[in-house]
């Protein structure tokens, strides 16, 4: 699903590597943690995959495509079969549950008799039910986070990209976001989550991918956050 | 493609920066008229000059008794005056020629000043000067060559061109003109930039919006479409207050000059929309490339 072959990526005006040889295959299905301390890489390669940069050297295959060939004009199709989640949630203030999570259908040009049949069902999925009027002010952090990840889930992605998506969140409210991640890998869905919680990794013993300076030190079938020799 | 959304997307866009998109129609409205003005001035100037053009004759004035120039002695005789006709129209680039005489000259003189008796007193019909009135067949080049063919030969008082009258009428007509187009080029400079400036700030407005699109997939067209058509509607809604303008200008402005010249060259119906379609034209284009071009710096996909 996801292939990262021998990927360097350098920013302009920096010395050092953002990502240094990545190598890595993420398959269909996987629920994978992605570890490491700020400025490790995490987010450059969640970029990577977006196609929001461009590696400088290596080749990136994501969903069967390899991006480097893929014209700018269909960036937008490989969005739409990615969904994202972000620590700062990034809903629209001004509309509701409901409609924010329809945006995400109306702008790629749904049918609206296809949103109205298919919104209602995500935000059950992710706990909302009854909760379709509430602005994004009415709701708590975790009830935020629910929204913006039916979202990124309502146009049935294959991969959805969590960046610290409890990073703003208390723990026990994390616990209930972590599991709606599992209920929407349990679909089918690939789930790739960079975080800092060890005690959200250390629960899920799922595939964890340890990330140092750039370079990949650890990739561990069922890991834990910490070194685990 | 859902065209309730964008339109939505562009009622929301207009409103948020309402100051900036009525500065910017009110530049479009004043650039686009003031342009169309200095094109109906072309229209009205080149209707004008082929109108006399096909008209202007050179008037070749014979001596009188009490002519002032020596060239002149005493008036002209009969045999001088039968010569001269006969030079006249045996020239190939003469149309035709028609003699005016001292009693034909007093009564136009007449004619004209009408309403200035005290002057038309002042005046005899001896002190008229009989003329030849000349009509070319192309006044623009053959002018020097029968000018010159008459000046000076015996019994001509002077040769008057009315083109070298008419091209000082020209001059001030073209000159009014230029300055009317150079005002009108500035303003569409700086229509430019407030079209860039309005779709930048609406870009930056939305950039929330513009960002989530982005990242679910939407493509760039429905991105920038609402920014694009932002652009074109306060274009357009200019081009509406200078369609106003510009007949203001020509109901009020160019037909009274109209009356005030007596000549029969109006501008039909058919110019003055002629030049609204192109302003049009203009207004749309100027705002929709300029959105486009300042989409692809602010809103990279």
């Known amino acids: 699903m996801i292939?990262?072959?021998?990927?360097?990526?350098?920013?302009?005006?920096?010395n050092r590597a953002a990502l240094e040889n990545v190598d890595l295959t993420v398959n269909k299905g996987e629920f994978v943690f992605l570890v490491g301390p700020s400025g490790s890489g995490k987010s450059t390669f969640l970029r990577l995959i977006l196609k929001e940069e461009r590696p400088t050297e290596g080749r990136i295959h994501v969903a069967g495509k390899d991006l480097a060939r893929l014209s700018n004009w269909k960036v937008p199709h490989l969005r739409r079969r990615i969904g994202c989640v972000f620590q700062d949630f990034r809903l629209l203030p001004n509309k509701n549950?409901?409609?924010?999570?329809?945006?995400?259908?109306?702008?790629i040009g749904k049918p609206r008799r296809f949103i109205r049949r298919v919104v209602p069902e995500v935000i059950d999925l992710v706990g909302l039910e009854g909760k379709h009027d509430r602005m994004p002010d009415e709701l708590s952090g975790g009830e935020q986070q629910r929204v913006a990840m039916a979202r990124a889930f309502v146009n049935r992605p294959m991969i959805l990209l969590a960046d610290e998506p409890t990073g703003n969140i208390d723990p026990a409210t994390s616990i209930g976001i972590m599991k709606v991640l599992d209920r929407i890998n349990r679909t089918g869905t690939t789930v790739v989550m960079a975080t800092h919680d060890a005690a959200i990794v250390d629960s899920m013993r799922k595939r964890v991918i340890e990330l140092e300076y750039g370079k990949v030190v650890r990739d561990q079938?069922?890991?834990?956050?910490?070194?685990?020799? | 493609m859902r065209s309730n959304f964008v339109f939505q997307e562009i009622w929301v866009g207009l409103r948020?920066?309402?100051?900036?998109?009525?500065?910017?129609?009110?530049?479009?409205a004043i650039s686009l008229s003031l342009l169309g003005t200095g094109l109906l001035f072309v229209k009205q100037v080149d209707r004008t000059r082929t109108y006399w053009q096909s008209n202007a004759e050179i008037s070749v004035y014979l001596c009188t008794a009490n002519s002032a120039n020596p060239a002149c002695h005493g008036a002209v005789t009969p045999a001088q005056q039968a010569q001269l006709e006969q030079t006249l129209t045996s020239m190939p680039q003469v149309e035709h020629v028609t003699y005016v005489s001292q009693q034909q000259a007093y009564a136009l003189f007449k004619q004209d000043f009408a309403n200035d008796q005290a002057y038309v007193s002042t005046v005899k019909e001896s002190d008229m000067p009989p003329s030849f009135e000349v009509k070319l067949r192309d006044p623009e080049a053959d002018y020097n060559v029968v000018a010159s063919a008459v000046t000076g030969a015996p019994g001509v008082d002077s040769v008057i061109d009315e083109m070298t009258i008419l091209n000082k009428f020209y001059r001030l007509l073209d000159g009014a003109r230029n300055a009317v187009v150079v005002v009108a080029l500035i303003l569409i400079v700086a229509a430019v930039l407030l079209v860039a400036n309005t779709i930048r700030l609406s870009a930056f407005n939305r950039r929330r919006e513009t960002g989530i699109m982005r990242l679910v997939g939407a493509s760039n067209f429905y991105i920038q479409l609402p920014f694009l058509l932002e652009g074109v509607i306060a274009g357009l809604l200019g081009w509406a207050l200078a369609t106003g303008l510009l007949v203001g200008v020509k109901s009020l402005l160019l037909n009274n000059l109209q009356q005030y010249f007596s000549y029969n060259v109006s501008l039909s119906l058919g110019d003055l929309i002629e030049v609204i379609v192109l302003a049009m034209c203009v207004g749309v284009l100027l705002c929709g490339v300029t959105s486009f071009l300042t989409l692809r710096r602010y809103l990279r996909v």
């Open chain 2, 16 to 28: 948020r920066n309402l100051t900036m998109t009525v500065a910017l129609i009110v530049v479009v």
């Open chain 1, 221 to 229: 079938v069922r890991g834990v956050y910490g070194q685990a020799y």
């Open chain 1, 97 to 107: 549950v409901y409609e924010n999570v329809a945006f995400a259908l109306e702008v």
């Open chain 1, 3 to 14: 292939n990262f072959d021998n990927v360097t990526k350098i920013y302009p005006n920096q």
